[in-house]
Nanobody, 126 residues
Framework: QGQLVESGGGSVQAGGSLRLACAAS????????MGWFRQTPGNEREGVAA????????YYSDSVKGRFTISRDSDKNTVYLQMNNLKPEDTALYYC???????????????????WGQGTQVTVSS
């Protein structure tokens, strides 16, 4: 089974920026929907953003729209999440995910995810 390797989490003050990266093995990158979920203690994992690795469109949760940008580099089989104007409520464990056959209206369904990354912590202080 393919792997997802995340990097880029950390701590930042409110209003700051971070960029997460998720490198995928070649067997799961091509033609997949890749993206990010996040989870805080006691809460369910929620979708943040997703992108179809073979083209558009992109998907965002309402809480991050206009602040976060998801992108891909197909030469590196890597997806990025640029997070700007971070808020304390963005604090969470962020998980990269991949699923086959594109994103669509169910892009934020946990049950449709085929592969998860190990998670990277993002902490935003006020």
């Amino acid at each position: 089974q393919g792997q997802l390797v995340e990097s880029g989490g950390g701590s930042v003050q409110a209003g700051g920026s971070l960029r997460l990266a998720c490198a995928a093995s070649a067997d799961i990158y091509s033609g997949s929907c890749m993206g990010w979920f996040r989870q805080t203690p006691g809460n369910e994992r929620e979708g943040v953003a997703a992108i179809y690795t073979a083209g558009l469109p992109t998907y965002y949760s309402d809480s991050v729209k206009g602040r976060f940008t998801i992108s891909r580099d197909s030469d590196k089989n890597t997806v990025y999440l640029q997070m700007n104007n971070l808020k304390p409520e963005d604090t969470a464990l962020y998980y990269c995910m991949a699923r086959r056959y594109g994103c669509g209206a169910t892009w934020n369904s946990r049950q449709r995810v085929d592969v998860w990354g190990q998670g990277t912590q993002v902490t935003v202080s006020s």
